[in-house]
């Protein structure tokens, strides 16, 4: 009861906010606040096109649509001095900075909908690790992880030569009895060395050794002090969470099709990314140079995507741009975003959560990704492989056990999107309409479509 009033306050206090910034910058103004408040509107949507020209064209047209993206704040900012409304602008700032803080405290996710649930284990007799000791810059050797595994009883394989067939490694470990497998490394590893650990229905042990770690951050482990993932060999618990496949290649984040894949199998993107990312971005965006794709997911089809993503569980839509994280791992489904943004205009019209077409989402058991092409480059946890069309991407729901330190920093909860109907309605005393995450044992419903509400979340 409690929660619910302090839900509602919070959401009083946000509407409350938003009408005063609204309030601050009009009546500042002396009359000419709504023609202030349309420029502000201007320019972002300027900014917001010439970003996507910026991306989408090359040469001269390239350079003037970066000066149109550095031109409009600044003409906005030299309006508001000469107009003498600078103090007015940063009060209304602050006041809507507090106004989205404070909605999407009122809107926040149940924890239910984001807390793994874990079991009680007894620690693992035989345990194997497979370690990288050039993952992450050297992370094995710099928080000494190899000795700290052997001290707490582990197996320790390092692969300290390339060409190493990791998934042998772990099967050999296994055939002279070890009890647990874990990995020291990054995703696309770590991905490998679970699907047999799956197979044969042990534990899996992450450790956070990784450059990005993805996989960790998402299971909630300390990724600057990867030692202390080792916990789990001594005091431990342990969930289970699915495992993605594509065309039967295991992945434990995500697998990507188009613009991305594209540029990261270009052989100057390890020497110059961001050089080869945006010489590249211009034919791949205008579809001059790529497949064309064709992703279904139950009721999506979406035809032409510039790219398309398919993850092992939904990231949170409140962050699609970042694609950073995914506030389960347990609910049996695949995550799709299809990508396609043809204009400017479709561009701005995302600002508006117009994503019908630009960004739209699905959740699914199975995915297929069709093409002109007999086979695509595709981004598997962050390395690019080429596999042959169609590919099929499948979730094995509940398929790994993954043992995990009982002391650790745990998932951060997802951020509410914010929709000021919903909020509206909180306000009133009304319950906000949520969709409410599926428990393991019941997986959400196959191939539901939807769009998403806030544009915005590799391996």
Known sequence: ?????????????????????????????NGRGLWLVALVVATVVAVVAGVFWFL???????WFALALVVAAPLALVAVFVAEDLVLSAVVAALLWAAALGTARAALRPDPSQWTLPVTEVPPPRRPFLVMNPRSGGGKVGRFALRERAEELGAEVALLDRPGTDVQQLARDALARGADLLGVAGGDGTQALVADVAAEHGVPFLVVSAGTRNHFALDLGLDREDPSRCLDALRDGVEARIDLGSVNGRPFVNNASFGAYAEIVEDPGYREDKAGTTIAALPDLLSRRRGAHLRAEAGSLVADGPQAVLVSNGSYDESDLAGIGRRSRLDRGVLGVIAIRVDSARQA????RGA????????????????????????????????????????????????????????VRAPRARVQWSSLWSLARGRPPRVQPAAPPDRPAPVGTEQAAQVPGTDG
């Open 1 to 29: 009861m409690e929660t619910s009033r302090t839900r509602r306050w919070e959401a009083r206090a946000a509407l409350a906010l938003a009408a005063a910034a609204l309030l601050v910058l009009l009546e500042s103004a």
């Open 56 to 62: 989408r064209h090359g040469r001269i047209k390239r």
């Open 355 to 410: 994503h019908q077409r630009g960004i739209r989402t699905a959740e699914a058991r199975e995915v297929l990704v069709t093409a002109d092409v007999p086979e695509v480059p595709v981004g598997i946890d962050g390395e690019t492989v080429r596999l042959a069309t169609p590919v099929r991407c499948t979730v094995r729901p509940g398929a790994l056990r993954v043992r995990l330190p009982r002391d650790r920093p745990g």
């Open 348 to 351: 701005v019209e995302l600002l």
